[in-house]
């Protein structure tokens, strides 16, 4: 199944909820349909929690439980460590050294997050992504920077919403740790875009709460960039 | 969304729907109370943490995180207040990023207040009079004397606020696990600190702090006198038992691995970096 067909589905039973109010009986046949879409999900993709390639058509499965949370993870580390390599190898013309300085560290940084979730995730390591980054213009300041920012504020979104779904606390102690950095990088980037918006309304609302997305919408929004199809229908949803 | 309706059919699955909520007058209270106090967006979370409560769920030890919480929150808030409205302190090119940290550290206290007492917590209050921001401990002539005259001393302040609040959300987060929605509003607003730490560290870089970068390089206090322990612990290169200088074959350095992993602080190590500026 892919990501943004189940996004569809979710979105349509959701809105059926809204529109007739909660009641019970709604709520309970929301959840039934919902399991029953993961049971068929399941049994096209295979037993939960096992990582498959894509040579069935149903992606690259992401897998169940924690370590299903933490290669979703892994998945956007894969993409952030790409795109950064990509800035310093083909550096866009005009590129100062005090930004260069702060693209290579941010590459470093990136690489290293990849890096650790492939050896700490071992045997239950998703493989290798093939990115797609032929909408970006990397000899243009403009088109990296706004790149880098869309993709730092997702990391940040993704990595908010996805503390919930972990079940082990040192999962989640450690995904903590990965989020504040992501959310400094965030934030430099868009002092080099625009100074003072490093948390401006665009990006944290009037409780002064960062953004926290599902899966399903972090990987609707960066699926562009992800060429390998990635299925996320066995991730926890809470 | 109808939130009268939302009782009324729990109610007929569960008569006893209004006892747990402590009474039907004060269920709906709460209900019309909040409704009119908070964004749209924050019901859902309020109605699941009122929930949380009404069935049982123990939330004495999520009031305490929270007010803990709280309390560094009221310490940013009324520092920024004070920063921001104290004349020729801050640059021009600046005073916009302050007044967006002021309005978030203020945000941050009432959305706290909110959801401690939507989960029956009493939540604790402070006023600048309670704070003493150059660490004096109400002397108002300590280390910092020139915290509101001199703006590298305002800025240094402000980056060892910031950074001992991303460390400290991050030492609480597994004790709010068992409230999704409030651990979740704690991680969103921890990533909102690493913002603000990342924007006071590079405004601080930029005036000649050269090694201070919006990340934090080992446990380097980026000039700053009498922070060690902001940043002690922050120089460790392992994470989960895998060693991350040069990863996998990778040219990683210490000094990278250090800075790819932001790192916790207890309640009690927080609470002793923040004592001399509580009077």
Redesign the interface.
């Given at each position: 199944m892919e990501i943004k067909n189940q996004k569809i589905t979710v979105t349509s039973e959701i809105e059926e909820v809204k529109q007739s109010g909660f009641s019970r009986r709604k709520f309970l046949h929301f959840s039934g349909l919902m399991g029953a879409s993961v049971v068929v999900v399941g049994s096209m993709a295979g037993l939960p929690g096992c990582k498959k390639d894509d040579k069935d058509g149903s992606g690259v499965n992401l897998g169940s439980g924690d370590f299903g949370v933490l290669n979703y993870a892994y998945a956007l580390e894969q993409l952030e460590a790409a795109f950064y390599t990509q800035v310093i190898t083909s550096q866009y013309s005009g590129m100062t050294s005090s930004e260069r300085g702060y693209l290579t560290d941010i590459r470093d940084h990136e690489i290293a997050h990849r890096e650790f979730f492939k050896t700490a995730l071992g045997s239950n390591a998703i493989p290798a992504l093939e990115v797609d980054f032929s909408s970006i213009d990397f000899g243009n300041r403009n088109s990296v920077l706004s790149t880098a920012k869309a993709f730092e504020d997702l990391g940040v979104s993704a990595y908010n919403g996805a503390g919930k779904l972990l079940t082990d606390v040192n999962f989640l102690l450690v995904a903590g740790k990965i989020v504040s950095v992501e959310a400094r990088h965030a934030a430099l980037i868009r002092e080099l875009i625009t100074p003072n918006s490093f948390a401006a309304n665009d990006i944290v609302d009037a409780n002064a709460l960062d953004k926290a997305r599902t899966p399903a919408e972090v990987l609707s929004i960066a699926g562009p960039f992800i060429k390998t199809k990635i299925n996320a229908s066995n991730l926890p949803t809470s | 969304?109808?939130l009268y309706?939302?009782i009324n059919?729990?109610e007929?699955?569960d008569p006893e729907v209004y006892d747990r909520l402590d009474g039907r007058r004060e269920a709906l209270k709460r209900f019309t109370g909040f409704a009119g106090k908070?964004?749209a967006?924050?019901l859902p979370f309020m109605m699941g943490s009122m929930f949380k409560k009404a069935y049982g769920q123990n939330s004495s030890a999520i009031v305490g995180v929270l007010n803990f919480a709280l309390t560094l929150e009221y310490l940013e808030a009324e520092f920024y207040k004070k920063a921001v409205s104290t004349s020729g302190l801050i640059p021009a090119?600046?005073m916009?990023?302050w007044t967006?940290?002021r309005?978030?550290?203020v945000?941050?206290v009432?959305?706290l207040r909110q959801a401690i007492t939507a989960l029956g917590g009493i939540p604790v209050i402070f006023t600048a009079a309670n704070f003493d921001f150059t660490a004096g401990n109400g002397t108002m002539s300590g280390p910092y004397a020139t915290v509101f005259s001199n703006y590298d001393t305002t800025l240094a302040v402000s980056q060892a606020f910031e950074d001992t609040g991303?460390r400290a959300?991050?030492g609480q987060?597994?004790n709010l696990?068992s409230n999704?929605d409030i651990?979740?509003?704690a991680?969103?607003?921890?990533?909102?600190?690493?913002?603000?730490?990342?924007?006071v560290?590079?405004l601080r870089q930029k005036r000649g702090a050269t090694n201070n970068?919006?990340?934090i390089t080992g446990n380097d206090a980026g000039g700053i006198p009498g922070v060690a322990a902001v940043y002690a612990g922050e120089e460790i290169t392992t994470?989960?038992g895998?060693q991350?200088t040069g990863?996998?074959g990778?040219?990683?350095?210490a000094n990278?691995?250090s800075?790819?992993?932001?790192?916790?602080l207890t309640k009690e190590q927080v609470l002793a970096i923040v004592d001399p500026f509580i009077i």
């Open positions: - | 969304m109808n309706n939302v059919e729990i007929k699955t908070v964004a967006l924050s090119s600046d916009p990023g967006t940290i309005d978030h550290e945000a941050h009432a959305f991303v959300y991050k987060a597994g696990m999704n651990l979740t509003a991680l969103q607003i921890h990533s909102v600190e690493g913002r603000h730490a990342a924007y560290r590079y970068k919006p990340w994470q989960a895998v991350i990863i996998n990778m040219s990683i350095s990278a691995a800075e790819s992993f932001d790192e916790p």
